[in-house]
Nanobody, 114 residues
Framework: QVQLVESGGGLVQPGGSLRLSCVASGRIFKIDEMGWYRQAPGKQRELVARLTAGGTTGYADSVKGRFTISGDNAKTTLYLQMNSLKPEDTAVYYC????????WGQGTQVTVSS
């Protein structure tokens, strides 16, 4: 089994920043891709940013230029630096790992409000 634990969410004012972390552990035989998704109330879960094993990144149009995805060299921790946050970024953010299977973390709440 693979466990993913997210942290770093919270309440922040518009224009502020947060850094999310996702720690992966367990029987990780390979990692093809890791990513951050989010789900706002009443909406479908959507991709925010992705990082492939080869280092390629991809972002949703709504976060390009504001969010940055990165990982540590051991590939056990995934980060999402979020700058210039907007109220529409409010959601539960989930970490995803794709390897021999697909695993999800429990999510961390991000609320952007004045």
């Amino acid at each position: 089994q693979v466990q993913l634990v997210e942290s770093g969410g919270g309440l922040v004012q518009p224009g502020g920043s947060l850094r999310l972390s996702c720690v992966a552990s367990g029987r990780i035989f390979k990692i093809d891709e890791m990513g951050w998704y989010r789900q706002a109330p009443g909406k479908q879960r959507e991709l925010v940013a992705r990082l492939t094993a080869g280092g390629t990144t991809g972002y949703a149009d709504s976060v390009k230029g504001r969010f940055t995805i990165s990982g540590d060299n051991a590939k056990t921790t995934l980060y999402l630096q979020m700058n210039s946050l907007k109220p529409e970024d409010t959601a539960v953010y989930y970490c995803n790992l794709i390897g021999v299977g697909s695993w999800w973390g429990q999510g961390t709440q991000v609320t952007v409000s004045s």
